[in-house]
């Protein structure tokens, strides 16, 4: 079983930057396949950048590119989100998850979430 706990989230001002961590236990992370997803009140829940176990890197949503960066640490099984350039659209609660397929469809293993809040 494989535990996902966020961090980094809180309130900003439009324009700063965060870095979400999420730490990983219970399964060799470099095993793992890593998203960061972020739902707001109202929406579906939309998954913003995936790091795979070979490093390989996606951002499905145009909204982030250029601005928000994933990266993987295996030697503190941690995963992050640089987030740069932060707009109140951005508002949402972050959560990590992770598979150990090399690009799921669906991820097996959920954190509980970090709220990030970005006023104008």
């Known amino acids: 079983q494989v535990q996902l706990v966020e961090s980094g989230g809180g309130s900003v001002q439009a324009g700063d930057s965060l870095r979400l961590s999420c730490a990983a236990s219970g399964l060799t992370f470099s095993w793992l396949s890593l998203g960061w997803f972020r739902q707001a009140p109202g929406k579906d829940r939309e998954l913003l950048a995936a790091i795979s176990w070979r490093d390989e890197v996606t951002y499905p949503v145009d909204s982030v590119q250029g601005r928000f960066t994933i990266s993987r640490d295996n030697a503190e099984n941690t995963v992050y989100l640089q987030m740069n350039s932060l707009k109140p659209e951005d508002t949402a609660t972050y959560y990590c998850?992770?598979?150990?397929?090399?690009?799921?469809?669906?991820?097996?293993?959920w954190g509980l979430g970090t709220q990030v809040t970005v006023s104008s």
């Open positions: 998850a992770a598979d150990v397929k090399r690009n799921p469809e669906r991820y097996a293993y």
